[in-house]
């Protein structure tokens, strides 16, 4: 069955620093494209940071332009989990986080390409 995971989301203050995890189980995570979406209310899902080769590599990635330079995704293939290091955390960052797989997705990590979903964490910036 496949299954992920995300953890580490909470409320933090403008400025600061939070790394969420996403644990998979049922699939090797190494061979998929992986992605983190965010979804404020009111507005619909999206990509904020991909990794979008399913090959092994990570070497082709989109990141979207609000987040450019201050939001990182990587990925441990030892413990099957992938992170998104956030920095610089600004209100307008606040959303429910999501991360999802694939095998196959395109270059502009359209969340229509993923299949598979967690269930979302909580990411609150605010003073």
């Known amino acids: 069955q496949v299954q992920l995971v995300e953890s580490g989301g909470g409320l933090v203050q403008p400025g600061g620093s939070l790394r969420l995890s996403c644990a998979a189980s049922?699939?090797?995570?190494?061979?998929?494209?992986i992605g983190w979406f965010r979804q404020a209310p009111g507005k619909e899902r999206e990509a904020v940071s991909c990794?979008?080769?399913?090959?092994?590599?990570?070497?082709?990635?989109f990141d979207a332009d609000s987040v450019k330079g201050r939001f990182t995704t990587s990925r441990n293939n030892a413990k099957n989990t992938v992170y998104l290091q956030m920095n610089s955390l600004e209100p307008e960052d606040t959303a429910v986080y999501y991360c999802?797989?694939?095998?196959?997705?395109?270059?502009?990590?359209?969340?229509?390409?993923?299949?598979?979903w967690g269930q979302g964490t909580q990411v609150t910036v605010s003073s």
């Open positions: 990794i979008t080769s399913g090959d092994g590599s990570d070497g082709s990635t």
């Open positions: 049922g699939f090797t995570l190494e061979y998929y494209a």
């Open positions: 999802a797989a694939d095998p196959v997705v395109g270059s502009s990590c359209p969340v229509g390409d993923f299949a598979s």
